[in-house]
């Protein structure tokens, strides 16, 4: 007998949210990317995004404007520029300590001002900031 067969993160992160997501407002997940190429990687931040923003499957019968936001705490280790695009706010740390907490949008400008701007030929932001 042969079938399809998830993989046990599958399996614990579907089991995961949907046992215990919908009752808590705030949720810390470490490194949720580990191990996973980048389309997978992709997919999982944009689900805890929807999931954030109150637009999980469960709750698509849902008023939008009944909606529960929820805070999701994410550890990353240099994420693509493709997942750092949906993240909202940004707490970078440079040896243990805080170097920029707020929105992702202002990072440029806010290193730039501190003198450090992003080099015109940059493969990505993300690289930049993590070098």
């Known amino acids: 007998m042969y079938g399809k067969v998830l993989s046990a993160s599958s399996v614990f992160f579907g ?14 997940v470490d490194e949720p990317t580990t191990g996973l190429n ?6 999982v931040v944009q689900q ?14 849902t008023p ?4 529960q936001l929820r805070t999701v705490l994410c550890t990353i280790h240099q994420p693509s520029s493709e997942i750092y695009k949906l ?9 243990g300590r805080a170097a920029y907490f707020g929105p ?12 450090y701007p992003m080099p015109v030929r940059a493969r990505g932001f ?5 070098f």
Do not use: I
Not at 15 to 28: D, G, I, L, N, P
Not at 38 to 43: K, L
């Open 126 to 130: 993300c690289g930049w900031l993590c």
């Open 15 to 28: 089991a995961e949210a949907c046992a215990s997501w919908c009752h808590r407002r705030r949720r810390y």
């Open 87 to 95: 993240f909202d706010k940004l707490y970078f740390v440079v040896d």
């Open 104 to 115: 992702t949008a202002d990072v440029p400008a806010y290193f730039t001002k501190l003198g």
């Open 48 to 61: 805890l995004k929807a999931m954030a923003s109150g637009a999980s499957a469960a709750s698509q019968n």
């Open 38 to 43: 980048s389309v997978m990687a992709t997919n």
């Open 64 to 67: 939008k404007q009944a909606r």
